[in-house]
Protein backbone atom coordinates (compact mmCIF):
# COMPACT_ATOMS: atom_id res chain seq x y z
CA UNK A 1 0.00 0.00 0.00
CA UNK A 2 1.11 3.57 -0.89
CA UNK A 3 2.35 6.17 1.88
CA UNK A 4 0.01 9.11 1.10
CA UNK A 5 2.05 11.68 3.41
CA UNK A 6 4.63 14.07 0.52
CA UNK A 7 3.99 15.79 -2.12
CA UNK A 8 3.67 14.54 -5.99
CA UNK A 9 6.07 15.40 -8.67
CA UNK A 10 3.04 17.54 -10.25
CA UNK A 11 2.84 19.57 -7.25
CA UNK A 12 6.70 20.51 -6.87
CA UNK A 13 6.65 21.33 -10.47
CA UNK A 14 3.58 23.66 -9.96
CA UNK A 15 5.45 25.39 -7.10
CA UNK A 16 8.49 25.78 -8.98
CA UNK A 17 6.85 27.01 -11.70
CA UNK A 18 4.84 29.97 -9.59
CA UNK A 19 8.48 31.14 -8.45
CA UNK A 20 9.33 30.94 -11.37
CA UNK A 21 7.12 33.33 -12.69
CA UNK A 22 7.34 35.51 -9.74
CA UNK A 23 10.98 35.59 -9.86
CA UNK A 24 10.32 36.71 -13.79
CA UNK A 25 8.23 39.56 -12.51
CA UNK A 26 10.93 41.16 -9.77
CA UNK A 27 14.04 40.41 -11.45
CA UNK A 28 13.53 43.15 -13.60
CA UNK A 29 12.40 45.85 -10.81
CA UNK A 30 15.02 45.25 -8.73
CA UNK A 31 17.75 45.79 -11.67
CA UNK A 32 16.45 49.23 -11.94
CA UNK A 33 16.11 50.43 -8.28
CA UNK A 34 19.69 48.85 -8.55
CA UNK A 35 20.31 51.14 -11.06
CA UNK A 36 18.84 53.95 -9.84
CA UNK A 37 20.93 53.72 -6.48
CA UNK A 38 24.01 53.71 -8.48
CA UNK A 39 23.14 56.71 -10.53
CA UNK A 40 21.92 58.92 -7.34
CA UNK A 41 25.60 57.46 -5.63
CA UNK A 42 27.20 59.14 -8.84
CA UNK A 43 25.28 62.15 -8.76
CA UNK A 44 26.16 62.42 -4.80
CA UNK A 45 29.77 62.06 -5.94
CA UNK A 46 29.89 64.87 -8.33
CA UNK A 47 28.16 67.28 -6.15
CA UNK A 48 30.83 66.19 -2.60
CA UNK A 49 33.52 66.79 -5.66
CA UNK A 50 31.98 70.33 -6.22
CA UNK A 51 32.01 71.17 -2.96
CA UNK A 52 35.04 69.81 -2.06
CA UNK A 53 36.82 71.77 -5.05
CA UNK A 54 35.02 75.29 -3.46
CA UNK A 55 36.12 74.55 0.08
CA UNK A 56 39.63 73.85 -1.42
CA UNK A 57 39.53 77.30 -3.33
CA UNK A 58 38.49 79.61 -0.84
CA UNK A 59 40.28 77.90 2.29
CA UNK A 60 43.32 76.53 1.00
CA UNK A 61 44.54 77.94 -2.60
CA UNK A 62 43.33 81.72 -1.70
CA UNK A 63 41.00 81.84 -4.25
CA UNK A 64 43.37 81.23 -6.60
CA UNK A 65 42.48 77.79 -8.36
CA UNK A 66 40.87 74.43 -7.66
CA UNK A 67 42.85 70.93 -6.83
CA UNK A 68 44.71 69.61 -9.89
CA UNK A 69 43.18 66.15 -8.73
CA UNK A 70 40.97 64.04 -6.40
CA UNK A 71 44.16 62.77 -4.80
CA UNK A 72 45.05 66.60 -3.74
CA UNK A 73 41.42 66.95 -2.15
CA UNK A 74 42.06 63.48 -0.32
CA UNK A 75 45.31 65.07 1.06
CA UNK A 76 44.66 66.84 4.74
CA UNK A 77 45.69 70.10 5.06
CA UNK A 78 49.82 70.39 6.44
CA UNK A 79 48.83 71.92 9.60
CA UNK A 80 46.30 70.11 10.91
CA UNK A 81 42.29 69.13 10.03
CA UNK A 82 40.42 66.91 7.83
CA UNK A 83 40.94 66.34 4.55
CA UNK A 84 38.12 68.06 1.77
CA UNK A 85 37.46 64.35 0.01
CA UNK A 86 36.81 61.19 1.64
CA UNK A 87 38.86 58.88 0.39
CA UNK A 88 36.56 56.43 -1.34
CA UNK A 89 37.67 58.93 -4.22
CA UNK A 90 40.99 58.82 -4.08
CA UNK A 91 42.68 58.93 -7.83
CA UNK A 92 45.64 57.85 -6.65
CA UNK A 93 45.51 54.27 -7.62
CA UNK A 94 43.79 55.18 -10.98
CA UNK A 95 40.11 56.30 -11.38
CA UNK A 96 38.30 54.99 -8.37
CA UNK A 97 35.01 53.13 -9.09
CA UNK A 98 32.10 53.53 -6.52
CA UNK A 99 28.61 52.50 -7.01
CA UNK A 100 29.21 50.65 -10.27
CA UNK A 101 30.48 54.28 -11.73
CA UNK A 102 33.82 55.30 -12.86
CA UNK A 103 34.76 58.82 -11.30
CA UNK A 104 37.44 60.50 -13.41
CA UNK A 105 39.05 63.95 -12.71
CA UNK A 106 40.72 66.20 -15.36
CA UNK A 107 42.53 69.40 -13.68
CA UNK A 108 43.42 71.97 -16.40
CA UNK A 109 45.08 75.17 -16.88
CA UNK A 110 47.66 75.76 -14.57
CA UNK A 111 47.64 78.96 -12.88
CA UNK A 112 51.71 79.70 -12.82
CA UNK A 113 51.00 82.15 -10.56
CA UNK A 114 49.09 80.47 -7.91
CA UNK A 115 51.10 80.11 -4.31
CA UNK A 116 51.54 76.98 -2.43
CA UNK A 117 48.78 75.48 -1.06
CA UNK A 118 47.51 74.72 2.56
CA UNK A 119 48.28 70.82 1.89
CA UNK A 120 51.03 70.93 0.48
CA UNK A 121 50.85 71.33 -3.72
CA UNK A 122 53.34 73.31 -4.91
CA UNK A 123 53.13 76.84 -5.83
CA UNK A 124 51.51 76.80 -9.89
CA UNK A 125 49.64 73.76 -9.09
CA UNK A 126 46.38 74.70 -8.71
CA UNK A 127 44.49 74.85 -12.17
CA UNK A 128 41.63 77.10 -13.64
CA UNK A 129 39.73 74.48 -14.81
CA UNK A 130 38.88 70.91 -13.85
CA UNK A 131 36.06 67.81 -15.51
CA UNK A 132 34.84 65.34 -13.50
CA UNK A 133 32.75 62.69 -14.89
CA UNK A 134 31.18 59.70 -13.57
CA UNK A 135 30.94 56.82 -16.07
CA UNK A 136 29.04 53.37 -15.72
CA UNK A 137 30.97 51.14 -15.33
CA UNK A 138 28.51 48.55 -17.89
CA UNK A 139 26.39 50.11 -19.65
CA UNK A 140 22.72 49.53 -19.26
CA UNK A 141 23.66 47.14 -16.50
CA UNK A 142 25.04 49.32 -13.96
CA UNK A 143 23.78 52.91 -14.84
CA UNK A 144 22.08 54.02 -18.09
CA UNK A 145 23.15 57.91 -17.55
CA UNK A 146 26.84 59.24 -18.00
CA UNK A 147 27.43 62.58 -15.71
CA UNK A 148 29.65 65.26 -15.62
CA UNK A 149 30.61 68.54 -14.05
CA UNK A 150 33.01 71.28 -14.17
CA UNK A 151 34.14 74.49 -12.24
CA UNK A 152 30.97 76.03 -13.49
CA UNK A 153 29.35 73.69 -11.02
CA UNK A 154 26.35 72.82 -12.68
CA UNK A 155 26.11 68.50 -13.36
CA UNK A 156 25.25 67.45 -16.95
CA UNK A 157 23.44 63.99 -17.78
CA UNK A 158 23.97 62.16 -21.29
CA UNK A 159 21.57 59.64 -21.82
CA UNK A 160 22.69 58.02 -25.04
CA UNK A 161 26.31 55.76 -24.52
CA UNK A 162 28.78 58.71 -24.90
CA UNK A 163 30.33 60.03 -22.25
CA UNK A 164 30.74 63.96 -21.30
CA UNK A 165 34.64 64.65 -22.94
CA UNK A 166 34.37 68.14 -21.94
CA UNK A 167 32.05 71.30 -20.37
CA UNK A 168 33.29 74.41 -22.34
CA UNK A 169 33.81 77.74 -19.92
CA UNK A 170 30.28 78.90 -21.36
CA UNK A 171 28.59 75.89 -20.06
CA UNK A 172 27.96 73.85 -23.09
CA UNK A 173 28.86 70.35 -22.64
CA UNK A 174 30.37 68.03 -25.08
CA UNK A 175 28.20 66.07 -26.43
CA UNK A 176 25.69 68.68 -27.02
CA UNK A 177 22.67 66.48 -26.45
CA UNK A 178 24.24 66.47 -22.34
CA UNK A 179 21.31 68.23 -20.84
CA UNK A 180 21.97 69.92 -16.94
CA UNK A 181 20.02 68.48 -14.05
CA UNK A 182 18.66 70.98 -11.65
Not at 29 to 46: H, I, P, V
Not at 98 to 104: E, L, N
Not at 148 to 156: A, D
Request: proline fraction near 5%.
Amino acid sequence: MRDERGFTLIELLIVVAIIGVIAAIAVPGLLRARMSGNEASALSSLRVINSAQLNYSVNCASSEGYAPSLANLVTPPTGGGQAFLSPDLDDTAGAPVKSGFTVTFTGNNAVASASATCNGAAAGTAVANYLAVADPTAWGSSGNRHFGTSETQTIFQETTNAPITAILASGVPAPATATALK
